[in-house]
């Protein structure tokens, strides 16, 4: 038996099939096969099984999985540990973002993150879907996850600040006139909205319950820069985290009244090694403060546990 045997096993399980497993590791199907094969032939046991969904655990296999999960975030933890130097680490860096969230922040940190160890390597997955979200944290395979807090959120969830909320509207409305604009004066707009398995979709419903709103749906898109941009040519309001403002945009965002703001938190994977930790550092260093995420840049960026994705109560007051 073999550690990457065991990280076959457990992508097979996270996927559902040895096909996705392969591609998701970017190795050979056939030779993916081989190794289970083998696996299971070494332990006198049926690892998974054949279902109309898909490739499942058995019982024994639930339970093998669990240990060897266990043993695969040892031995990264390990090699990371005897790589890392007094001024040098190597490897490679997960991280996932919730859409919208740390959106300046986070190109800040990673800088910072790149110009301490250089040859480091980070990948990054913004995504806007909880549910998709928390699937990838589910595979182990993330080393720090940036994402709004949530009602179940864990234990060892780090809070960074608050990401305050503002409409986004077109250049020549009439709400400009004002430098905060009042939620229930937006009723009757159009609206841009986002995907409706999303965090940023799920605050505008809450904030609508809460205000007696009905927004009035023109479109749905999949990223803050593309709502903001079109809210600019005047096809209806969105209502993003200040930090989500492209530069250059500031002039078209307000605050709104009542407040809306959402806590942000970072959660380290358990096992994740020190990059994780350094950029969690990072990360507090950053400006949290949704005003001045609006005020202009001279210099525009470049560029745990299992947790569920489930969007929290947003505050409004």
């Not at 940190?109 to 990948?123: C, G, H, K, Q």
């Not at 780090?158 to 009439?174: D, N, S, T």
């Not at 004066?185 to 505008?204: H, K, N, T, Y």
């Amino acid at each position: 038996m073999s550690l990457r045997q065991f990280e076959y096993a457990l992508a097979v399980a996270a996927e559902g099939s040895v096909t996705a497993a392969a591609e998701s590791l970017r190795v050979a199907q056939p030779s993916m096969s081989q190794q289970i094969r083998n696996l299971e032939r070494d332990l006198g046991v049926t690892l998974f099984a054949r279902t109309a969904a898909g490739l499942v655990p058995t019982a024994v296999g639930r339970a093998f999985l669990k240990e060897a999960e266990v043993a695969v975030n040892a031995a990264r933890r390990a090699r990371a540990t005897a790589r890392a130097g007094a001024d040098d680490l190597v490897g490679e860096l997960v991280v996932a973002a919730q859409l919208g969230f740390g959106t300046r922040q986070l190109p800040g940190a990673l800088s910072a993150l790149r110009r301490r160890f250089p040859r480091l390597e980070v990948t990054v997955f913004e995504e806007s879907s909880s549910p998709e979200l928390d699937r990838l944290c589910r595979k182990g395979a993330l080393g720090l996850a940036l994402m709004a807090a949530c009602e179940r959120s864990p234990a060892n969830a780090h809070r960074l600040g608050e990401e305050e909320f503002v409409a986004v509207l077109g250049a020549g409305h009439r709400q400009l006139a004002a430098d905060r604009v009042e939620l229930r004066d937006l009723e009757g707009e159009p609206w841009i909205r986002f995907d409706r398995d999303s965090a940023l979709d799920g605050v505008l419903l809450q904030v609508s319950r809460d205000h007696g709103l009905t927004p009035a749906t023109v479109a749905r898109v999949s990223q803050t820069a593309t709502a903001v941009r079109w809210a600019a040519h005047g096809l209806g309001v969105t209502l993003v985290p200040a930090s989500a403002v492209p530069l250059g945009y500031e002039h078209l965002a307000r605050p709104v009244f009542p407040a809306v703001s959402q806590p942000v938190i970072a959660v380290v994977q358990s096992g994740a090694g020190p990059a994780a930790t350094a950029l969690l550092d990072l990360l507090r260093q950053e400006t949290w403060d949704g005003s001045a995420s609006l005020r202009p840049s001279a210099e525009p960026y470049a560029g745990g546990q299992p947790w569920s994705g489930a969007l929290g109560a947003v505050r409004a007051g």
